[in-house]
């Protein structure tokens, strides 16, 4: 058995019915690169095989009424691939519309905590094409965020997919075993004993951080502060219902603005959705004067020594939404990132991992419930928004044998931040995926359009 991680499992405990918590992406695939030619069955057969190779998707939770510590992964010895690969078609016309409202209601679905937390939707009929003849499909897939953040999905991502259309499959790897209830029981009991001395190695840290971070904020070198932004249209509570749309921008332009200005490729991506959110709020007549806030996650990877698949931190950022010209707005969103970056730096890299191993389901089922009630009545919001940056490979890839054309991410939403944008570079592109709730946020295409009006006011800056 492995034994989840506190952040991993912290995951398991935000889950509501209003608030899945598992991550999503939808990949555009060409069919015609399939040796053989593409049937649902030939791509199920695959997709077995390579399973076998991948022992996280044949891992599902177990606990016991006794276990006082987080649960665990053990190996699903039922597993069937038919119980997590389904098929669906659009309805005619199978354009953007119709697959965005598939998505949306697939986003919306909970995954089954009695088997491994993964499913994959093959959505046949895109744009009337027909898959068989050599069309195009697209594929959702949706995995709990106890099992991957970021990056570690990045990967899953690029295992599955291959550099040749006709690779041969895997080799097979075990799995991590199976574990009793008794089992269970005991080796949580022992973790738990040693959460007091733990607890005294991170109380330390986290008075150095506090003391740092006010020393900061005296000195105007702290990153934007938490329950310090403008509330706006989806900083409220949410529903389970899923709205989601899509983008696709060249990376090439992406590169041509971060060096003319001689910024990153993530300032560049926050200053496109800085752009789009200025826009969006300005023609509902609601832009606030304060800039608004976005949560970025940061990756701990290279830098945690702890267990766990999700190895995070996050920083608070300024998308300097109160600044109208393009230009100037990007300079100051990477000058505010630059001093983000140095504090978030400055924070223990696994402060947020060793925190969270000691919260019980109880914690974090209250402090949500204590959360959605302060936004009902009109506290500020946390943040406004999450937008996450995942790198890509940049070689071409095939899924299955099917050549992958996009890989949209979608991150998940939450009560009081309602709007989740995150981007993954793929081949030579940036693929945005935008996911809201639709009590919130019904209808995300203009958003999604508004990403290449961003984008051609930043190249316009560069002439």
């Not at 009793?180 to 959460?195: K, N, P």
């Not at 010209?325 to 000058?335: G, M, V």
Request: hydrophobic share 45%.
């Amino acid at each position: 058995m492995q034994r989840l991680s506190g952040l991993d499992a912290s995951f398991l405990y935000l889950e509501t019915a209003a608030q899945p918590m598992h991550v999503c992406s939808v990949l555009e695939l060409d069919t015609s690169t399939m040796p053989g030619g593409y049937t649902f069955d030939r791509m199920r057969d695959a997709l077995s095989l390579t399973i076998k190779a991948m022992p996280q998707f044949r891992e599902k939770l177990a606990d016991s009424r006794f276990n006082l510590d987080h649960p665990v992964r053990v190996e699903d010895k039922d597993f069937d691939v038919n119980r997590h690969l389904h098929r669906i078609g659009l309805p005619a016309p199978g354009g953007r519309a119709e697959l965005s409202e598939i998505c949306g209601h697939i986003a919306s679905l909970p995954l089954d905590r009695t088997r491994p937390l993964w499913e994959m939707w093959v959505i046949e009929n895109v744009a009337g094409t027909d898959a068989q003849s050599g069309g195009r499909l697209a594929l959702m897939t949706k995995i709990h965020h106890s099992g991957v953040d970021g990056v570690t999905g990045a990967n899953l991502m690029s295992q599955l997919c291959t550099t040749v259309a006709d690779a041969p499959p895997p080799d097979p790897v075990d799995g991590v075993g199976t574990a009793t209830g008794a089992e269970i029981a005991i080796s949580g009991a022992l973790r738990f004993a040693t959460r007091p001395l733990k607890l005294a190695n991170v109380l330390p840290t986290t008075a150095s951080t506090v003391i740092d971070t006010v020393r900061r904020a005296f000195n105007g070198q702290a990153m934007a502060a938490p329950f310090n932004a403008p509330k706006t249209a989806f900083n409220t509570n949410i529903t389970g219902q899923r709205s989601v749309a899509f983008a696709q921008l060249d990376l090439e332009d992406i590169k041509t603005v971060k060096n003319h200005f001689n910024v990153k490729v993530n300032d560049v991506v926050m200053a496109l959705v800085s752009g789009v959110l200025r826009t969006f709020l300005h023609d509902r007549g609601e832009l606030p004067e304060n800039s608004l806030v976005a949560m970025v996650p940061v990756s701990v990877h290279d830098r945690s020594d702890r267990p766990g698949r999700n190895q995070v931190s996050g920083m608070f950022s300024k998308l300097e939404t109160n600044i109208a010209d393009p230009a100037e707005r990007l300079r100051a969103i990477a000058a505010s990132n630059s001093v983000a970056k140095q504090h978030s730096s400055a924070i223990g890299a696994t402060l947020l991992q060793d925190w969270t191993q000691f919260a019980a389901p109880a914690v974090f089922g209250a402090a949500m419930r204590v959360y959605a009630a302060s936004r009902l009545s009109g506290a500020k919001p946390v943040h406004n928004l999450v937008i996450s940056n995942v790198p890509g490979p940049q070689q071409p890839l095939y899924l299955l044998g099917c050549e992958v054309k996009a890989m949209y991410p979608l991150g998940p939403i939450f009560h009081g931040s309602g709007l989740n944008i995150t981007v993954m570079s793929l081949t030579g592109m940036l693929d945005v995926g935008i996911m809201s709730c639709p009590d919130l946020l019904p209808d995300l295409w203009d958003m999604a359009d508004d990403f290449h009006v961003a984008l051609g006011e930043l190249l316009a800056a560069t002439r």
